[in-house]
């Protein structure tokens, strides 16, 4: 058995029995007959190993039991219940200076048990019991996600400024409402990818910062509580969000566009009008402020009982350590106020206001300029808070979130499978072959005949076809990867069946910014025919050195066995 995660009698007698390995047993003292003279009045004496006298008290159903444990003052016997149970129950420490299943604060020495170790919750007030050589606590822990995140940042940032730089100078050119449409959707997509990859690159300086720069104290641990409260933080989270959704809405609506213009193509307008100029306008705006309105909610303070977590109060007042619940300083107004007073004052309705109130009085000649721990401060990476539980206050916001991308999702997925089907009807349309009956069709035929008569211009629309079909399965499988395994892990998460909480680093550098690495490619032909021309280059020079080493290979083979039939020819009788 593992004694680090038993207390009191349990520890006492699986480490004394030998079932814990080697810890050691607690009682190293021996009760004597004339031990604790101030206490058990009505012992009983008996011979113990034929050496000395101890005692044993009556118990119920006429037993006797002699289950004690002698401090080392000798003044003082208590019951095995009391060992090891993280309280000096002695006066010496000496009933836990043995045990294994506790952790011990540096500057209090304050007990707790190991599983309050590194659970990301501070309980020592100098922080000792987080940031310590075991928790080794970082904005990114991994050195991978260190790598990742600068890589992915900065090729976001540059592609999506590429982008919107090549669409932005195309504006000037005639085009049509559809062309518009599209250009301008692509750059709001260019424009929340490029607000993913700063976000990546602002949250990297702030680790390096911590990691390398931030002396006293130094390193991230000893200052999450300052980060993850700070507006640096808030505002990183809102750069974040904006950025995706201001990526999904775009997409969604340029899903919508583009079947549009494949299923339409034969009748839309050649000139845009200030009609088309209006919606398009009305579509920019929806997707901007909707994208910053979710953003921002949560750290407006008219929703703070929503979506505040915690208040941090100044170190000196030494009551509250770290980040304070709602629970945790309810019930200590309770305490301290009485019950009565607390339910007639707050109507057991506790809000953030009230309880500042309460607090305040509590320290009323302490000025008390309390933090908040917002909806972004639930990890070092201040991403929106996507793991939530049942508890969380804002869980509903949460998932309704969360039910709007998913549609977004199906969204673009049912548009761009029904164009990817329309587009083939169209590239493989049959035609009537001389010598069938009339109504009869050759599809091989059709095929040769179409690529005898078709012109220049015919064979650069179907090669533009089926380009768009290739970048439509990308589109699709990209947002597959994106978004579905992070709503499995949150559903999984809210029912308590995994934490989640710790994949928030990984979701946030990973996941979250595969489409804005991607999209810019996808969504931009310069990017793409750049991208191609680069592969097929590596691919030739790949094949180059692969060539190059056969041809050295044969050579040296060659000449191997020269040198090898020249040792024969020189000495015959050798095999």
């Known amino acids: 058995r593992d004694c680090r995660y038993l207390y009191g009698e349990q520890y006492v007698y699986s480490s004394c029995k030998g079932h814990c390995g080697d810890t050691k047993c607690p009682l190293v003292n021996i009760p004597k007959y004339d031990s604790c003279p101030s ?23 006429g037993a006797l039991r002699n289950n004690f444990f002698l401090c080392d003052n000798g003044l003082k016997c208590i019951e095995y219940s009391q060992v090891c149970n993280l309280v000096d129950d002695c006066g010496d420490s000496s009933d ?29 007030a100098d922080l000792s019991d987080e940031c310590n050589d075991k928790c080794s606590k970082k904005i990114l822990d991994r050195f991978e996600l260190k790598i990742s995140s600068w ?16 669409k932005f100078a195309s504006f000037t050119e005639r085009m049509t409402p559809i062309a518009l449409f599209n250009k301008t959707l692509v750059v709001l997509i260019g424009l929340g990818d490029f607000l993913i990859g700063l976000y990546l690159i ?27 409260t700070s507006s640096k933080c808030s505002v990183l989270g809102v750069i974040s969000t904006m950025g995706t959704q201001i990526s999904l809405f775009a997409m969604t609506f340029l899903a919508g566009i583009r079947l549009f213009g494949v299923k339409k193509s ?18 920019v705006f ?29 170190s000196d007042i030494k009551l509250f350590i770290g980040i304070a619940s709602k629970k945790e300083l309810s019930d200590v107004i309770k305490e301290y106020f009485g019950l009565k007073k607390v339910t007639r004052r707050a109507q057991e309705v506790w809000t953030w206001e009230k309880i500042r109130g309460f ?70 349309k049959p035609v009537p072959v001389p010598g069938l009956p009339p109504g009869s069709f050759n599809r091989r035929a059709s095929n040769q005949k179409s690529k005898s008569n078709r012109s220049v211009i015919e064979y650069k629309n179907e090669k533009r076809k089926r380009s768009l079909q290739t970048k439509i399965t990308f589109i699709i499988l990209t947002d597959s990867i994106c978004w579905l395994p992070f709503i499995a892990v949150s559903a999984l998460h809210y029912h308590d069946a995994i934490n989640a909480e710790h994949y928030y680093a990984f979701f946030s550098i990973i996941i979250i910014p595969i489409n804005s690495v991607i999209n810019p490619f996808l969504y931009d032909d310069h990017l ?3 991208l191609t021309r680069a592969y097929k280059k590596a691919k030739r020079f790949v094949r180059y050195v692969a060539s190059r080493g056969r041809s050295m290979t044969v050579s040296m083979s060659k000449r191997l066995d020269g040198q090898n039939g020249q040792v024969s020819r020189s000495d015959p009788t050798e095999i």
């Open 359 to 428: 607090i305040g009085e509590m320290f009323s000649d302490t000025d008390l300029l309390p933090t908040k721990l917002g909806f972004y401060g639930n990890d070092g990476v201040c991403l929106f808070k996507y793991f939530v539980t049942s508890e969380d206050p804002q869980k509903n916001f949460t998932w309704g979130v969360f039910l709007c991308n998913f549609i977004c999702f199906l969204i673009i997925s049912i548009c761009y499978i029904i164009s990817s089907v329309l587009i083939r009807m169209t590239m493989f």
């Open 96 to 124: 836990e200076k043995m045990c294994v299943n506790q952790f011990h604060c540096n500057k209090s020495g304050h007990r707790l048990p190991l599983t309050a170790q590194c659970d990301g919750h501070f309980d020592c």
């Open 202 to 228: 602002l949250l990297s300086i702030a680790d390096a910062y911590y990691q390398h720069f931030k002396v006293k104290p130094k390193g991230y641990c000893s200052n999450q509580i300052d980060w993850v």
């Open 286 to 314: 929806f997707i901007l402020a909707a994208s910053l309105l979710i953003a921002v909610i949560p750290i407006m303070g008219a929703f703070e009982d929503f979506f505040v977590n915690g208040l941090r109060y100044p």
């Open 266 to 283: 034969s009748r839309i307008q050649k000139r845009v009008t200030w009609k088309i100029r209006a919606l398009l306008f009305c579509v």
């Open 151 to 166: 890589v992915i940042g900065i090729i976001s940032v540059f592609a999506n400024s590429i982008v919107m730089f090549n």
């Open 39 to 61: 206490q058990y009045p009505n012992r009983v004496g008996t011979l113990a190993e034929n050496s000395y006298l101890t005692f044993f008290l009556n118990a119920a159903g």
């Open 528 to 530: 793409a025919d750049a």
